[in-house]
């Protein structure tokens, strides 16, 4: 199993560009997370999905971000405008939920500056 | 807000058991507690979860205090690849929102 694969692993860009951040869950699982995490702030969920669908999105900062799922085996995480404080390492995860709890797994990260 | 406190930093020597603890003190009966570390520049990794008795895995043990309000991760023989932050994080168990607070910084060393 390949385990969660996130793309790009490095991101550099210009405030004022738009950024998109790409996930693949692994296979088989039905929930998938984007995580945010600084120094300040530590680790934030942004939001989750749940067979393809939003059910808490009320992490995400700002109507700058913007996530989809379009299937199940692929999500986007998208910052447009971008700006300097968007700078953190971006995590996504999934999990087989079954609605009795279970065990997110989680992809490398992207690591986003924004100069 | 994390729900649970950690000490921010702890030592270990290699081989040596490493005890982590936790306090949820504001826990309630439907909370598990759940264990993940992360690794320098990785994703987190779960460890271990429980809900009021102790359970054991390939990787660590969990012992829960009898009133729940606090508990400990047990790396048994603890490797210098066991350095990392460890994460102490409450929640339902049919809830999504993990909320990771500031962990336990482990540094094992030789």
């Known amino acids: 199993d390949a385990g969660v694969i996130q793309s790009p692993r490095h991101e550099v860009t210009e405030m004022g560009q738009e950024v998109t951040l790409r996930c693949k869950p692994i296979?088989?699982?039905?929930?998938l997370f984007w995580y945010r995490q600084t120094m300040m702030r530590g680790l934030e969920l942004l939001i989750y999905?749940?067979?393809?669908?939003?059910?808490?999105d009320s992490g995400m900062p700002e109507d700058r971000f913007s996530a989809k799922m379009p299937n199940a085996s692929f999500s986007t995480l998208k910052i447009q405008p971008s700006e300097p404080r968007d700078s953190a390492v971006y995590f996504c995860?999934?999990?087989?939920?079954?609605?009795?709890?279970?065990?997110?797994?989680f992809g490398p990260g992207t690591r986003l500056l924004v100069l | 807000d994390a729900k649970t406190t950690q000490p921010p930093s702890m030592d270990c020597a290699e081989g040596r058991a490493a005890n982590l603890p936790c306090n949820h003190s504001t826990i309630s009966g439907n909370e598990y507690v759940y264990w993940y570390r992360q690794i320098h520049s990785q994703g987190p990794q779960y460890i271990i979860h429980?809900?009021?008795n102790n359970e054991t895995n390939e990787m660590a043990s969990l012992i829960i205090t009898e009133d729940r309000k606090s508990s400990t991760l047990i790396l048994p023989h603890a490797t210098l690849r066991d350095t990392a932050v460890y994460y102490c994080?409450?929640?339902?168990?049919?809830?999504?929102?993990?909320?990771f607070g500031a962990g336990t910084r482990l540094t094992v060393k030789p």
């Open positions: 429980g809900l009021k």
């Open positions: 296979s088989g699982h039905n929930s």
């Open positions: 994080i409450v929640r339902e168990y049919n809830n999504n929102d993990m909320r």
């Open positions: 995860a999934s999990s087989f939920s079954t609605g009795q709890g279970e065990t997110q797994y």
């Open positions: 999905f749940n067979n393809n669908v939003p059910i808490d």
